[in-house]
């Protein structure tokens, strides 16, 4: 879930201006040491929490861009927040007047700290605002639980301080099963006192200011829970979670975050969203666990359900991979830059290039996870929102030519060319994370061609739309996935403007120039905006066919 969209920062740190645009669900921000990747969390984090680290609040004179400490200017450091509220954020009763002065779902909020001022000041959209409105603005931010976990945490210790709220989630799950059993605390109790009887009296004798002596059992279940803790079980011993490795250890302090925030937002109301900052995820994890604790960010933050959005550094390549925007940080002159490159490959050569991160062939990515390969963007488009809709079991990428090689323009031909060049790549895949092909409908007659370089074992499947899957209203002109969409698709697409003909019997047509240039753009765009059940009517078959191949193993 994406709910901050852009952060602005001047004067903080190694920061003389750094605006990070286009933020996504998860967004990873890599580059080399030293490049001022932690001083943007540490800003976000002075932002929700008025502390740069864990109880160390930001300090203008510790704090302020060191480069522009002798100019004879006031010294100020200034964080700027957009927010967009998706749908699903929602304001509690008796936070009207929040909403109100909010003026939206869309709005900026800065803070601004002075030497001379103990507090920040506050503006909403370039207005300063009054110390009343200013505590509208904390009523707001507090409906955002912000997490910031810096590398050098250990993950151990992040897991002790979140047993209260672990054990809090679990009292609240036993709910009214719990009341079945509260009986058992009174036998507890009764046998305890029992069990220490003559202790008590001979304690009680020796010295007479005592009155008497008791075992602390439990007297409810939120007393059971208090010692909870991780055991993890290796044969037939049981381990405690700090004696597992430090990787091990990660996944379990995000798993048992993610849980505790999304049970806040099920239990309660007033907590809206998550935000966590996060400094390299990856650290200390080898290949397959950092693969899949990255897998893991991207899944917890994008699904439907979501009401989470992570910003983390990294110099991992899987990472990036995952995230759904990239943002590049480097040193220019002494002052931290960031970037934002027009695609997630063009981000990773760059990371490649600059030494932060190693090079990867564009079909080794996700490397736990299937591959489908489309002919070009408007089928990705198409099979991306109908792996949204359908909720494989496991997460599975969709990719097209031009993604993988900015040289290629996409279409058939290519698309078989490129396979065929780079078979080597596609071999080297784990089989459980196969490259799904799958080829336009006109291109059936070249599958079994294209197989011929790859062994019956290799991780590859080749796949094209069936006559099946066509909707019996549209003819051979809709030359590609699109002879597959419903007729709601079709009828929108005509209504913003495509040319369609239509015949007598209601069989349509479009002529081969007006469709590229304008039906076909603005079919993706309806598709983009959101599927109904019913699109899937004539595809559905083929495209659960493709997700079961992608997941066979």
């Known amino acids: 879930m994406r709910l901050i969209s852009r952060i602005e920062i ?9 605006a990070v645009d286009g933020l996504d669900d998860f967004t990873a921000l890599a580059g080399l040491n030293n490049s001022g990747k932690s001083n943007v969390l540490r800003a976000l984090n002075a932002f929700f929490t008025g502390e740069t680290d864990e ?10 861009h060191r480069p522009d400490l002798r100019l004879k200017k006031a010294k100020e450091i200034t964080v700027s927040v957009s927010f967009v509220l998706p749908d699903k954020f929602r304001f509690r009763k008796r936070l009207e007047n929040v909403e109100s002065l909010l003026g939206g779902r869309e709005f900026e909020i800065t803070k601004k700290w002075r030497v001379a001022l103990p507090i920040a000041a506050y503006s909403l959209n370039g207005r300063d605002l009054t110390p009343e409105e200013t505590l509208r603005i904390d009523q707001f931010l507090q409906l955002v ?8 945490v250990m993950p151990v210790d992040v897991l002790r301080s979140q047993r209260e709220a672990l054990r809090d989630v679990l009292v609240r799950r036993l709910g009214p099963k719990a009341k079945q059993h509260e009986a058992a605390f009174d036998i507890i109790r009764d046998t305890s006192e029992s069990l220490i009887q003559g202790l008590s009296d001979d304690l009680s004798t020796a010295s007479p200011d005592i009155g008497s002596v008791h075992l602390a059992t439990p007297s409810s279940w939120t007393d059971v829970a208090f010692a909870l803790g991780y055991r993890v ?17 990660s996944l379990l302090m995000l798993e048992t975050l993610h849980l505790i925030d999304r049970d806040y937002f099920q239990q309660f109301g007033w907590r809206q969203a998550a935000i966590w ?27 439907p359900s979501s009401r989470l959005q992570v910003v983390c550094t990294s110099h991992s390549d899987l990472v990036v991979q995952h995230a759904g925007q990239a943002v590049l940080v480097h040193r220019e002159d002494g002052h931290t830059e960031c970037e934002s490159p027009s695609s997630p490959r063009d981000a990773l050569e760059q990371l490649a290039r600059a030494g932060v991160s190693r090079w990867s062939h564009p079909l080794l990515y996700y490397p736990l996870d299937p591959i489908v390969l489309v002919e070009g963007k408007y089928d990705a488009a198409f099979l991306e929102e109908a792996f949204r809709y359908y909720r494989p079991r496991r997460p599975v990428h969709v990719t097209y030519l031009e993604m993988l090689d900015d040289d290629k323009s996409g279409g058939k031909d290519d698309t078989i060319r490129y396979l065929k060049a780079h078979a080597k790549a596609i071999k080297t895949r784990r089989p459980d994370a196969p490259v799904i092909v799958v080829l336009d409908w006109d291109a059936a007659g070249q599958v079994a061609g294209l197989l011929k370089r790859f062994d019956p074992n290799d991780p590859i499947r080749v796949l094209a739309w069936p006559d099946s899957s066509f909707n019996p209203l549209l003819n051979d002109t809709f030359r590609g996935i ?8 079709v009828k929108e697409a005509e209504a913003r403007g495509a ?21 076909k753009p603005l079919l993706a765009q309806i598709v983009k905006e959101g599927l109904l059940k019913a699109d899937f009517r004539h595809s559905s078959a083929f495209v659960k066919k493709i997700l079961t191949e992608a997941q066979a193993n």
């Open 10 to 18: 001047r004067g903080f740190r190694s920061i003389r201006h750094c």
């Open 55 to 64: 109880r160390t609040p930001l300090d203008v004179a510790a704090d302020y």
């Open 145 to 152: 639980s912000f997490r910031y976990i810096p590398n050098r």
């Open 233 to 249: 079980v290796e044969g037939d011993v049981e381990l405690e979670d700090a004696l597992q490795g430090s990787g091990v250890q």
């Open 277 to 303: 900052a996060l400094e390299e995820p990856e650290s200390s994890l080898h290949a397959s666990l950092e693969a899949r604790v990255a897998s893991y960010l991207a899944t917890i933050s994008t699904e």
């Open 482 to 489: 699109e002879r597959s969409f419903s007729n709601r698709v």
């Open 499 to 519: 040319v369609i003909y239509r015949s007598p019997s209601g069989e349509c047509s479009v002529e081969r120039s007006s469709y590229e240039k304008k039906a």
